[in-house]
Each structure stands twice: as structure tokens, then as C-alpha cells.
């Protein structure tokens, strides 16, 4: 359950949202079969419990403000000479990770998830700062970083650029390739034009016997296989 939440943690609000949803469904169920016997403020109750996490599950899934550019609502990779600098935009807030506190970076390319990620570990935790005029949720409950692994997907702004920033800052040569295992060997390509747009839909065949982990870099030259069998489970 605790690595689902790092890899969703989304997941931390949602859950809670749909369990009073639930809640709201089960009132209104008994509140028909005692129509008579609910005062009109036990409706106007009873829709908050439904409509409220409706509306914010929808937000957490989908985004709060379809119509802020799409790279606002992503997080962010920024890189310095002391560290990294990761924006996390569900939790309003940003943590720095420093160079010489990191162990170990693995490229994770999941066939039953449809991102790629980093898993990197710390042997300090990064420091964790919240941003000015957070959402309400995130004043409650504020992020805190607190395991020495940390996960960064794919969709995030500058995640391609990490290997070269490797090689920059911490003079280790990366021999490092960005590949979809899903796409292995091009069976079918389509191109259709409508209008100026041009798209071509390309059909591919996985690659056989693909490794989901793949070492960027490690401080003490370990393996992947090291790693697995010193922490179990990546």
C-alpha cells in the first residue's frame, strides 16, 4: 500500500473523498425509503456529501484549471550546480535534492503504467519547501518527504535533460539511452492529412525479453540487481 501511494499519490486525497461520496450515496438511500421524516437542511447535508467530492475528485483526476497552460499544471525538473530542484504541483510545494545526497538513480519503463519514471535514492532526504497561498488541502496537510526513495514521472518539464545534468555536475559518465519498450518493432504506419494537419498513427510490436529497470547511475558502481536484492522490490 506504501509504494502505491509514492507511485499515486494522488491516490492520498482521493480515496478519503470517495469513501464520504460512498457515504453521501447511503444517506440519500435511506433518506428516499424516510422521505417524511428529513428536514429540508438534511438534503442541502446530503447533496454536500455527494456533489463536494464529486467535484473535487474530478479536480484531483483531471485538473483544477483546464484553462492555465498545460506545462503550468505539470511538475517541474530544475537543475544547479548543488542539486536538483523538483515542483511538485498537487502539493504546492518543491524539494531540493543535492547532488552528494544521492545514491542511486534507476530508469523505470513499466509496461502496465503508461509513464516512465526515475527512482532515486537518497542517502538524505531533500529539503521540502511549500509555496505561498497553497490550496486549503495541502495547508492541512503538508508535504513531507519521508522516505529516501523518491519517484519522478515521465510527464514531468525537463525530465529528459537529468542524464546530461549527471554527467555535468557529477562528472560521471551516464551511458544512458531513452527507449519505449512498446515500441520494439514498427509493424504498420498510417499518415492522414485533413485540412493543413498532417498525423500518421503508427502500429508497434513490444519488444521481447525488455528489462523494466535500467541503471542511470550509482555512486558505488552497483547493479540493478544489487539494489533489488538489498531493498527487495524497487
Not at 3 to 11: G, I, Q, S
Not at 112 to 131: H, R, S, T, W
Amino acid at each position: 500500500m506504501k509504494r502505491v501511494f509514492e507511485k499515486k499519490p494522488v491516490l492520498f486525497f482521493v480515496i478519503p473523498l470517495v469513501i464520504f461520496f460512498l457515504i453521501g450515496c447511503a444517506l440519500l438511500y435511506f433518506a428516499v425509503l424516510k422521505v417524511e421524516l428529513i428536514p429540508f437542511y438534511g438534503w442541502i447535508l446530503i447533496g454536500a456529501f455527494i456533489i463536494i467530492p464529486m467535484l473535487l475528485i474530478y479536480g484531483f483526476v483531471f485538473g483544477f484549471s483546464p484553462g492555465k497552460a498545460v506545462a503550468s499544471n505539470r511538475n517541474q525538473l530544475a537543475f544547479s550546480p548543488d542539486g536538483i530542484n523538483f515542483e511538485m504541483v498537487l502539493f504546492d510545494c518543491s524539494c531540493f535534492i543535492k547532488w552528494n545526497s544521492i545514491d542511486t538513480i534507476i530508469y523505470s519503463d513499466s509496461r502496465n503504467e503508461d509513464y516512465a519514471e526515475y527512482i532515486i535514492f537518497v542517502n538524505e532526504l531533500p529539503i521540502c519547501i511549500q509555496k505561498e497561498n497553497p490550496w486549503w488541502p495541502n495547508r492541512l496537510f503538508p508535504y513531507q518527504q519521508k522516505h529516501h526513495k523518491i519517484r519522478i514521472k515521465s510527464d514531468a518539464v525537463n525530465f529528459k535533460a537529468l542524464p546530461d545534468q549527471l554527467e555535468k555536475y557529477l562528472r560521471s559518465k551516464v551511458s544512458f539511452e531513452f527507449k519505449d519498450s512498446r515500441k520494439g518493432t514498427l509493424i504498420d504506419s498510417k499518415t492522414f492529412i485533413e485540412g493543413n494537419i498532417q498525423t500518421t498513427s503508427e502500429h508497434w510490436k513490444p519488444t521481447r525479453n525488455y528489462e523494466p529497470f535500467e541503471m542511470i547511475y550509482d555512486k558505488y558502481n552497483r547493479t540493478v540487481h544489487d539494489i533489488e536484492k538489498r531493498d527487495g522490490a524497487i
